[in-house]
Structures are given as structure tokens and as C-alpha cells.
Nanobody
């Protein structure tokens, strides 16, 4: 099992940047595909980005491609999401998630979730 804790959310103006972090417990962090999802008020939780176990594969939603960058440090059991050129529509609670085996953009495929961190982008 793995336990996940997000940090780094906050309030930022449009065009600004934020860096989210996800700290994982356990000694098998590098067995997990790691991902970020987000959920805005009144909307379903949606995929943002993922990174594979070996750090060689990433995938992004079309809405964040070119603005966000996902990375991980398996030695430190951490994952980050660098968010640049933020827009008001990026406002949401951001969750990190983990799953074993194959990468997936489907939230139902992820077994482990953090508690979420709020990101608010003002116009």
C-alpha cells in the first residue's frame, strides 16, 4: 500500500505559477504509476497528468499540455506538478493518485488517493 499527501496549493493570479508536491509513504514507490487529477466545483474529477514508474513516460490532458510538467523522484518518494501560465479554469482541488502496473487516464483505475490541495487562480 501507499499513502499520499499533497502540498503546495494556494491562490495565484492568472498567468502565474504554482508547484504541487505529492509525498508517498512506503518502500515500493517506484512500482506505481503516479498521476494528478483535479476536481472543480460541480464537475467530475478529471485527469491532468501521469508519469510512469521508471520516469520515462508522461501524458497530459489537452487542457494543460505545454503549461504543466509532471516529474518524480523515486529516491525521495515524491512527485511534483509544475504549473505555469495558470488560467482561472485551472481552479480546482488537485489530487495525486497511484496505481500499479499499466498507466491509465481513468480515475477508476487508481487505488490510492491523497486528500487534495486547493488551487485557485484569480482573473
Amino acid at each position: 500500500q501507499v499513502q499520499l499527501v499533497e502540498s503546495g496549493g494556494g491562490l495565484v493570479q492568472a498567468g502565474g505559477s504554482l508547484r504541487l508536491a505529492c509525498a508517498a509513504s512506503g518502500r515500493t514507490f517506484d512500482n506505481y504509476v503516479m498521476a494528478w487529477f483535479r476536481q472543480a466545483p460541480g464537475k467530475e474529477r478529471e485527469f491532468v497528468a501521469l508519469i510512469t514508474q521508471s520516469n520515462v513516460g508522461t501524458r497530459y490532458s489537452d487542457s494543460v499540455k505545454g503549461r504543466f510538467a509532471i516529474s518524480r523522484d523515486n529516491a525521495k518518494n515524491t512527485m511534483t506538478l509544475q504549473m505555469n501560465s495558470l488560467k482561472p479554469e485551472d481552479t480546482a482541488v488537485y489530487y495525486c493518485a497511484a496505481k500499479l502496473y499499466a498507466a491509465s487516464i481513468l480515475r477508476t483505475q487508481y487505488n490510492y488517493w491523497g486528500q487534495g490541495t486547493q488551487v485557485t487562480v484569480s482573473s
